[in-house]
Protein backbone atom coordinates (compact mmCIF):
# COMPACT_ATOMS: atom_id res chain seq x y z
CA UNK A 1 0.00 0.00 0.00
CA UNK A 2 1.32 3.24 -1.21
CA UNK A 3 0.67 6.20 0.83
CA UNK A 4 3.15 8.60 -0.98
CA UNK A 5 2.11 11.26 -3.70
CA UNK A 6 4.19 13.12 -6.01
CA UNK A 7 2.99 16.32 -5.65
CA UNK A 8 -0.33 18.05 -3.81
CA UNK A 9 -2.22 18.01 -6.95
CA UNK A 10 -2.06 13.86 -6.99
CA UNK A 11 -2.33 14.10 -3.41
CA UNK A 12 -5.84 15.42 -3.86
CA UNK A 13 -6.74 13.58 -7.02
CA UNK A 14 -10.14 12.21 -6.92
CA UNK A 15 -11.28 13.64 -3.31
CA UNK A 16 -12.62 17.27 -4.20
CA UNK A 17 -15.69 18.05 -5.17
CA UNK A 18 -17.91 21.38 -5.25
CA UNK A 19 -19.95 21.71 -1.87
CA UNK A 20 -17.25 19.13 0.60
CA UNK A 21 -16.34 20.00 3.91
CA UNK A 22 -12.48 20.06 4.80
CA UNK A 23 -10.84 20.33 8.06
CA UNK A 24 -7.96 22.75 7.22
CA UNK A 25 -4.76 22.07 10.34
CA UNK A 26 -3.06 25.09 12.06
CA UNK A 27 -3.10 28.20 14.39
CA UNK A 28 -2.89 31.26 12.82
CA UNK A 29 -0.33 30.55 9.49
CA UNK A 30 1.14 28.34 11.87
CA UNK A 31 1.86 24.90 11.01
CA UNK A 32 -1.13 25.00 7.75
CA UNK A 33 -0.81 23.02 4.94
CA UNK A 34 0.38 25.72 2.98
CA UNK A 35 0.83 23.23 -0.24
CA UNK A 36 -2.50 21.45 -0.15
CA UNK A 37 -4.30 25.24 0.03
CA UNK A 38 -2.42 26.13 -2.79
CA UNK A 39 -3.79 22.86 -4.71
CA UNK A 40 -7.44 23.11 -3.41
CA UNK A 41 -7.46 26.90 -4.99
CA UNK A 42 -5.94 25.68 -8.08
CA UNK A 43 -8.59 22.66 -8.54
CA UNK A 44 -11.60 25.37 -8.37
CA UNK A 45 -13.90 23.66 -6.66
CA UNK A 46 -16.54 25.68 -4.68
CA UNK A 47 -19.01 25.85 -2.02
CA UNK A 48 -16.91 24.67 0.39
CA UNK A 49 -16.89 24.53 3.94
CA UNK A 50 -14.02 24.79 5.70
CA UNK A 51 -13.25 24.03 9.60
CA UNK A 52 -10.23 25.90 10.88
CA UNK A 53 -9.51 27.67 13.76
CA UNK A 54 -8.92 30.56 11.67
CA UNK A 55 -9.20 31.74 8.43
CA UNK A 56 -5.78 32.81 7.44
CA UNK A 57 -4.36 36.68 6.37
CA UNK A 58 -5.10 38.42 3.12
CA UNK A 59 -3.18 36.42 0.58
CA UNK A 60 -1.75 33.47 2.61
CA UNK A 61 -3.16 30.32 4.20
CA UNK A 62 -7.23 29.73 3.59
CA UNK A 63 -7.62 33.77 2.69
CA UNK A 64 -6.29 32.20 -0.41
CA UNK A 65 -9.68 30.55 -1.02
CA UNK A 66 -10.85 33.34 0.37
CA UNK A 67 -9.54 35.97 -2.56
CA UNK A 68 -11.21 33.12 -5.21
CA UNK A 69 -15.05 32.86 -3.20
CA UNK A 70 -14.42 29.18 -2.99
CA UNK A 71 -15.60 28.83 0.89
CA UNK A 72 -19.21 29.29 1.52
CA UNK A 73 -18.68 28.42 5.46
CA UNK A 74 -16.08 28.79 8.00
CA UNK A 75 -16.05 26.98 11.38
CA UNK A 76 -13.62 28.94 13.35
CA UNK A 77 -12.97 30.71 16.68
CA UNK A 78 -10.72 33.75 15.69
CA UNK A 79 -10.84 35.14 12.04
CA UNK A 80 -9.69 38.75 13.52
CA UNK A 81 -6.48 38.94 11.16
CA UNK A 82 -8.42 39.20 7.89
CA UNK A 83 -10.05 42.24 6.28
CA UNK A 84 -10.98 40.39 3.27
CA UNK A 85 -12.94 37.99 5.01
CA UNK A 86 -14.49 41.01 6.97
CA UNK A 87 -15.65 42.21 3.71
CA UNK A 88 -17.41 38.90 2.46
CA UNK A 89 -18.72 38.38 6.00
CA UNK A 90 -20.47 41.78 5.59
CA UNK A 91 -21.65 41.52 2.33
CA UNK A 92 -23.65 38.08 3.35
CA UNK A 93 -21.09 35.93 0.67
CA UNK A 94 -19.69 34.02 3.42
CA UNK A 95 -21.46 32.00 6.16
CA UNK A 96 -19.85 31.76 9.81
CA UNK A 97 -19.92 30.11 12.95
CA UNK A 98 -17.96 30.58 16.20
CA UNK A 99 -17.30 28.21 18.25
CA UNK A 100 -15.07 28.68 21.68
CA UNK A 101 -11.10 27.34 20.37
CA UNK A 102 -11.74 24.57 23.12
CA UNK A 103 -14.99 23.51 22.42
CA UNK A 104 -14.12 23.46 18.49
CA UNK A 105 -10.68 21.32 19.89
CA UNK A 106 -12.61 18.82 21.63
CA UNK A 107 -15.58 18.28 18.77
CA UNK A 108 -12.92 17.60 16.30
CA UNK A 109 -11.44 15.09 19.08
CA UNK A 110 -14.90 13.74 19.60
CA UNK A 111 -15.81 13.13 16.05
CA UNK A 112 -12.38 11.32 15.21
CA UNK A 113 -12.93 9.25 18.43
CA UNK A 114 -16.54 8.02 17.58
CA UNK A 115 -18.11 10.37 20.10
CA UNK A 116 -21.05 12.06 19.09
CA UNK A 117 -21.93 14.58 21.51
CA UNK A 118 -20.24 16.06 24.83
CA UNK A 119 -21.38 18.05 27.60
CA UNK A 120 -18.74 21.16 28.60
CA UNK A 121 -18.95 24.13 30.86
CA UNK A 122 -17.36 26.38 28.28
CA UNK A 123 -20.11 29.11 26.85
CA UNK A 124 -23.01 27.95 29.59
CA UNK A 125 -24.94 31.24 29.74
CA UNK A 126 -23.60 33.25 26.38
CA UNK A 127 -24.83 33.01 23.11
CA UNK A 128 -22.65 29.94 21.99
CA UNK A 129 -24.94 27.85 24.59
CA UNK A 130 -28.37 29.21 22.86
CA UNK A 131 -30.71 26.88 21.14
CA UNK A 132 -28.51 23.93 22.79
CA UNK A 133 -29.35 21.16 25.28
CA UNK A 134 -28.20 22.06 28.40
CA UNK A 135 -27.87 19.65 31.57
CA UNK A 136 -26.38 19.73 35.62
CA UNK A 137 -23.91 17.10 36.46
CA UNK A 138 -22.91 17.69 40.24
CA UNK A 139 -24.29 20.72 41.02
CA UNK A 140 -22.97 22.57 37.64
CA UNK A 141 -24.63 23.26 34.14
CA UNK A 142 -23.13 22.15 30.90
CA UNK A 143 -24.07 22.34 27.16
CA UNK A 144 -24.00 20.01 25.29
CA UNK A 145 -21.67 20.17 21.90
CA UNK A 146 -21.83 17.70 19.39
CA UNK A 147 -18.49 15.72 17.75
CA UNK A 148 -17.61 17.50 14.43
CA UNK A 149 -16.26 15.10 11.30
CA UNK A 150 -15.12 15.94 7.73
CA UNK A 151 -14.91 14.49 3.99
CA UNK A 152 -11.03 15.51 4.15
CA UNK A 153 -8.36 16.81 6.56
CA UNK A 154 -5.47 18.29 5.01
CA UNK A 155 -2.28 18.91 7.66
CA UNK A 156 0.60 20.00 7.89
CA UNK A 157 3.42 17.46 9.70
CA UNK A 158 7.40 17.80 9.94
CA UNK A 159 8.43 14.77 9.66
CA UNK A 160 6.82 11.37 8.09
CA UNK A 161 7.71 7.67 7.69
CA UNK A 162 6.26 5.66 4.70
CA UNK A 163 3.73 4.02 6.68
CA UNK A 164 2.33 7.98 7.43
CA UNK A 165 3.27 8.03 11.33
CA UNK A 166 4.05 11.88 11.75
CA UNK A 167 5.73 14.17 13.87
CA UNK A 168 4.77 17.59 14.44
CA UNK A 169 7.47 20.62 15.45
CA UNK A 170 6.75 23.14 17.96
CA UNK A 171 3.83 24.74 18.02
CA UNK A 172 3.05 23.45 14.59
CA UNK A 173 1.09 21.02 16.12
CA UNK A 174 -1.85 22.40 16.97
CA UNK A 175 -5.14 21.12 15.56
CA UNK A 176 -3.17 18.75 13.14
CA UNK A 177 -2.95 15.60 15.08
CA UNK A 178 -6.82 15.45 16.23
CA UNK A 179 -8.15 16.72 12.36
CA UNK A 180 -5.81 13.72 11.12
CA UNK A 181 -8.36 11.64 13.04
CA UNK A 182 -11.50 13.13 12.43
CA UNK A 183 -11.64 12.97 8.71
CA UNK A 184 -12.75 10.47 6.21
CA UNK A 185 -9.36 10.43 4.15
CA UNK A 186 -5.92 12.73 5.56
CA UNK A 187 -3.94 14.23 3.59
CA UNK A 188 -0.51 15.35 5.21
CA UNK A 189 2.20 17.68 3.72
CA UNK A 190 5.52 16.85 5.39
CA UNK A 191 8.61 18.76 5.59
CA UNK A 192 11.22 15.32 5.85
CA UNK A 193 9.96 11.96 4.47
CA UNK A 194 12.09 9.00 6.12
CA UNK A 195 12.19 5.50 5.59
CA UNK A 196 10.71 2.72 8.26
CA UNK A 197 12.26 2.45 11.55
CA UNK A 198 14.27 6.27 11.05
CA UNK A 199 11.83 7.72 13.45
CA UNK A 200 11.55 6.48 17.22
CA UNK A 201 8.17 5.16 17.77
CA UNK A 202 8.32 6.19 20.86
CA UNK A 203 7.69 9.68 19.74
CA UNK A 204 5.45 9.27 17.04
CA UNK A 205 2.38 12.34 17.59
CA UNK A 206 -0.19 10.76 14.81
CA UNK A 207 0.00 6.83 14.28
CA UNK A 208 -0.03 5.97 11.01
CA UNK A 209 -3.90 4.83 10.38
CA UNK A 210 -4.99 8.18 10.57
CA UNK A 211 -3.05 9.15 7.51
CA UNK A 212 -4.30 7.91 3.67
CA UNK A 213 -2.01 10.12 1.66
CA UNK A 214 1.25 11.72 2.03
CA UNK A 215 2.97 14.91 -0.28
CA UNK A 216 6.57 15.68 0.52
CA UNK A 217 7.07 19.21 0.26
CA UNK A 218 10.07 20.10 -1.64
CA UNK A 219 9.30 24.23 -0.61
CA UNK A 220 7.46 25.91 1.76
CA UNK A 221 7.17 29.75 2.66
CA UNK A 222 6.02 29.22 6.78
CA UNK A 223 5.28 32.81 6.62
CA UNK A 224 5.51 34.43 10.13
CA UNK A 225 2.67 36.90 10.67
CA UNK A 226 3.84 38.63 13.74
CA UNK A 227 7.93 39.18 13.66
CA UNK A 228 8.41 40.06 17.52
CA UNK A 229 12.14 39.65 18.59
CA UNK A 230 14.59 41.38 21.27
CA UNK A 231 17.74 43.06 20.68
CA UNK A 232 20.70 41.31 21.34
CA UNK A 233 23.45 42.76 24.24
CA UNK A 234 26.49 43.62 22.98
CA UNK B 1 -2.34 59.15 40.75
CA UNK B 2 -3.80 56.12 38.88
CA UNK B 3 -1.33 52.78 37.73
CA UNK B 4 0.24 53.09 34.16
CA UNK B 5 0.15 50.24 32.55
CA UNK B 6 3.11 48.62 33.73
CA UNK B 7 1.51 49.29 37.15
CA UNK B 8 -1.10 47.65 36.62
CA UNK B 9 1.12 44.80 35.88
CA UNK B 10 3.33 44.74 38.52
CA UNK B 11 0.11 44.62 40.60
CA UNK B 12 -1.40 41.56 38.86
CA UNK B 13 2.38 40.16 38.85
CA UNK B 14 2.30 40.02 42.44
CA UNK B 15 -0.82 37.25 42.57
CA UNK B 16 1.44 34.74 41.01
CA UNK B 17 2.58 32.33 43.82
CA UNK B 18 5.56 29.80 42.85
CA UNK B 19 4.78 26.86 41.06
CA UNK B 20 1.46 28.33 39.13
CA UNK B 21 0.69 27.18 35.61
CA UNK B 22 -0.40 30.37 34.17
CA UNK B 23 -2.15 31.53 31.17
CA UNK B 24 -1.62 35.57 30.05
CA UNK B 25 -4.27 37.19 27.59
CA UNK B 26 -3.18 39.65 24.97
CA UNK B 27 -2.15 42.95 25.94
CA UNK B 28 -1.39 44.53 29.36
CA UNK B 29 -1.88 40.72 30.81
CA UNK B 30 1.06 39.99 28.67
CA UNK B 31 3.20 42.34 30.67
CA UNK B 32 2.82 40.65 33.79
CA UNK B 33 5.51 38.11 32.10
CA UNK B 34 8.16 41.04 32.69
CA UNK B 35 7.46 41.26 36.54
CA UNK B 36 7.51 37.72 37.84
CA UNK B 37 8.60 38.49 41.65
CA UNK B 38 12.15 37.21 42.18
CA UNK B 39 11.94 33.58 43.71
CA UNK B 40 9.01 32.47 42.49
CA UNK B 41 8.69 30.12 39.15
CA UNK B 42 5.68 29.81 36.96
CA UNK B 43 5.38 28.00 33.67
CA UNK B 44 3.59 29.93 31.08
CA UNK B 45 0.87 28.13 28.98
CA UNK B 46 0.11 29.38 25.26
CA UNK B 47 -3.30 27.93 24.25
CA UNK B 48 -1.81 26.99 20.99
CA UNK B 49 0.40 24.12 22.53
CA UNK B 50 2.85 24.99 24.80
CA UNK B 51 3.85 24.66 28.24
CA UNK B 52 7.28 27.14 29.20
CA UNK B 53 7.29 29.87 27.08
CA UNK B 54 10.21 31.77 26.78
CA UNK B 55 10.53 35.71 26.06
CA UNK B 56 10.92 36.60 22.16
CA UNK B 57 13.71 35.56 19.89
CA UNK B 58 16.80 37.45 19.27
CA UNK B 59 16.64 38.90 15.60
CA UNK B 60 17.25 36.05 13.56
CA UNK B 61 16.70 33.72 15.46
CA UNK B 62 12.62 33.70 14.80
CA UNK B 63 11.22 30.27 14.07
CA UNK B 64 8.01 30.58 12.10
CA UNK B 65 6.78 26.93 14.18
CA UNK B 66 7.06 28.32 17.40
CA UNK B 67 4.69 31.01 18.10
CA UNK B 68 2.46 32.03 20.94
CA UNK B 69 -1.69 32.47 21.03
CA UNK B 70 -0.79 35.81 19.54
CA UNK B 71 0.74 34.37 16.67
CA UNK B 72 4.04 36.26 18.20
CA UNK B 73 7.29 34.85 17.13
CA UNK B 74 8.47 33.30 20.78
CA UNK B 75 11.16 30.61 22.35
CA UNK B 76 11.27 27.92 24.46
CA UNK B 77 12.99 26.65 27.96
CA UNK B 78 14.67 24.04 29.29
CA UNK B 79 11.21 22.94 30.97
CA UNK B 80 9.36 23.56 27.79
CA UNK B 81 6.39 20.88 26.24
CA UNK B 82 4.20 20.76 23.22
CA UNK B 83 0.96 19.21 22.44
CA UNK B 84 -2.40 19.51 20.14
CA UNK B 85 -4.93 21.79 21.08
CA UNK B 86 -7.41 19.72 22.55
CA UNK B 87 -4.81 18.64 25.16
CA UNK B 88 -4.40 22.08 25.30
CA UNK B 89 -8.12 23.28 26.33
CA UNK B 90 -8.30 19.58 28.21
CA UNK B 91 -6.29 21.14 30.67
CA UNK B 92 -7.79 24.68 30.83
CA UNK B 93 -11.13 23.35 30.68
CA UNK B 94 -9.98 20.32 33.11
CA UNK B 95 -8.79 23.35 35.91
CA UNK B 96 -5.23 22.22 35.58
CA UNK B 97 -4.12 25.82 35.05
CA UNK B 98 -4.00 28.04 38.37
CA UNK B 99 -4.27 31.35 36.74
CA UNK B 100 -5.56 33.35 33.94
CA UNK B 101 -5.07 36.72 33.55
CA UNK B 102 -6.28 38.57 30.65
CA UNK B 103 -8.90 42.16 29.47
CA UNK B 104 -12.48 42.55 29.28
CA UNK B 105 -14.85 45.10 27.85
CA UNK B 106 -16.92 44.87 30.59
CA UNK B 107 -17.09 42.77 34.49
CA UNK B 108 -20.42 42.94 36.27
CA UNK B 109 -20.32 43.11 40.13
CA UNK B 110 -21.53 39.37 39.69
CA UNK B 111 -18.26 38.14 38.17
CA UNK B 112 -19.95 38.24 34.88
CA UNK B 113 -17.21 39.44 31.60
CA UNK B 114 -17.77 40.71 28.46
CA UNK B 115 -14.72 40.30 26.01
CA UNK B 116 -15.68 39.27 22.75
CA UNK B 117 -18.45 41.08 21.05
CA UNK B 118 -19.72 44.56 20.28
CA UNK B 119 -23.16 43.72 18.54
CA UNK B 120 -23.46 45.40 15.11
CA UNK B 121 -19.71 45.43 14.97
CA UNK B 122 -17.90 42.71 13.03
CA UNK B 123 -16.73 40.22 15.27
CA UNK B 124 -13.57 38.88 15.31
CA UNK B 125 -14.11 35.24 17.27
CA UNK B 126 -13.60 34.38 21.07
CA UNK B 127 -10.30 32.38 20.13
CA UNK B 128 -10.12 30.19 23.57
CA UNK B 129 -11.81 33.13 25.92
CA UNK B 130 -14.89 31.35 26.66
CA UNK B 131 -13.08 27.96 27.55
CA UNK B 132 -10.24 30.02 29.86
CA UNK B 133 -12.90 31.31 32.20
CA UNK B 134 -14.68 28.46 32.36
CA UNK B 135 -11.91 26.33 33.70
CA UNK B 136 -9.20 28.19 34.74
CA UNK B 137 -9.03 27.81 38.97
CA UNK B 138 -8.67 31.88 39.19
CA UNK B 139 -9.42 34.18 36.73
CA UNK B 140 -8.26 37.88 37.18
CA UNK B 141 -9.18 41.20 34.83
CA UNK B 142 -6.61 43.54 34.10
CA UNK B 143 -8.40 46.64 32.52
CA UNK B 144 -8.39 50.40 32.00
CA UNK B 145 -11.33 51.38 34.95
CA UNK B 146 -13.37 53.17 32.42
CA UNK B 147 -13.53 53.14 28.52
CA UNK B 148 -14.39 57.17 27.17
CA UNK B 149 -15.25 57.71 30.75
CA UNK B 150 -17.96 55.25 30.70
CA UNK B 151 -17.67 52.84 33.46
CA UNK B 152 -16.86 49.00 32.90
CA UNK B 153 -17.48 47.97 36.10
CA UNK B 154 -21.33 47.36 36.07
CA UNK B 155 -24.07 46.37 37.60
CA UNK B 156 -25.12 43.99 34.65
CA UNK B 157 -22.50 43.80 31.18
CA UNK B 158 -24.87 45.11 28.62
CA UNK B 159 -22.46 43.02 26.11
CA UNK B 160 -22.45 39.66 25.29
CA UNK B 161 -21.08 37.57 28.08
CA UNK B 162 -17.93 35.53 27.39
CA UNK B 163 -18.82 33.40 30.82
CA UNK B 164 -20.93 33.92 33.82
CA UNK B 165 -19.76 34.53 37.07
CA UNK B 166 -16.51 33.67 36.31
CA UNK B 167 -14.00 36.52 37.55
CA UNK B 168 -12.29 36.33 40.56
CA UNK B 169 -10.80 39.76 40.70
CA UNK B 170 -10.32 42.73 38.90
CA UNK B 171 -7.10 45.40 38.77
CA UNK B 172 -7.92 48.40 37.28
CA UNK B 173 -5.63 51.54 36.86
CA UNK B 174 -7.32 52.98 40.15
CA UNK B 175 -7.66 49.81 42.10
CA UNK B 176 -8.07 46.17 42.66
CA UNK B 177 -11.29 44.77 43.20
CA UNK B 178 -12.38 41.51 44.71
CA UNK B 179 -15.62 39.10 43.75
CA UNK B 180 -17.08 36.03 45.36
CA UNK B 181 -20.39 34.81 46.22
CA UNK B 182 -21.23 38.18 48.00
CA UNK B 183 -20.20 40.01 45.29
CA UNK B 184 -17.86 42.94 44.83
CA UNK B 185 -15.65 44.54 47.12
CA UNK B 186 -12.47 46.75 46.35
CA UNK B 187 -9.48 45.64 48.67
CA UNK B 188 -6.62 48.37 47.35
CA UNK B 189 -6.38 51.72 45.96
CA UNK B 190 -3.86 52.99 43.64
CA UNK B 191 -1.79 55.41 44.68
CA UNK B 192 -3.33 58.27 45.09
CA UNK B 193 -6.76 57.60 44.14
CA UNK B 194 -9.27 58.72 46.36
CA UNK B 195 -12.59 56.53 47.37
CA UNK B 196 -14.78 59.27 45.92
CA UNK B 197 -13.05 58.93 42.42
CA UNK B 198 -13.56 55.05 42.27
CA UNK B 199 -17.14 55.43 43.56
CA UNK B 200 -17.37 57.96 41.14
CA UNK B 201 -16.28 55.62 38.09
CA UNK B 202 -17.73 52.64 39.00
CA UNK B 203 -21.28 51.41 38.31
CA UNK B 204 -21.14 48.19 39.85
CA UNK B 205 -22.16 48.32 43.71
CA UNK B 206 -19.02 47.15 46.13
CA UNK B 207 -18.63 47.63 49.61
CA UNK B 208 -14.67 48.54 50.91
CA UNK B 209 -12.51 45.96 52.68
CA UNK B 210 -11.19 46.55 55.05
CA UNK B 211 -14.10 48.95 56.06
Known sequence: ?234 | MAWPRDDMARRAAAELRDGFYVNLGIGIPTLVSNFIPPGITVQLQSENGMLGMGPFPFEGDEDPDLINAGKQTITELSTTSYFDSAQSFGMIRGGHIDLSILGAMQVAENGDLANWMIPGRMVKGMGGAMDLVAGVKRVIVVMEHTARNQPKLLHRCTLPLTGKAVVDAVITDLGVFAIDGHGMSLIELAPGVSLDEIREKTEASFTVRPG
Open chain 1, 1 to 234: MNKIYPDPRTALAGLLHDGMTIMSGGFGLCGIPELLIAAIRDSGITGLTVISNNAGIDGAGLGLLLETRQIRKMISSYVGENKLFEDLFLKGELELEFNPQGTLAERIRAGGAGIPAFFTKTGVGTLVAEGKETREFDGETYVMERGLAAELAIIHAWKADREGNLVYRKTARNFNPVMATAARVTVAEVEQLVEPGEMDPNCTHTPGIFVQRIVHGKSFEKRIEQRTVRKRDN
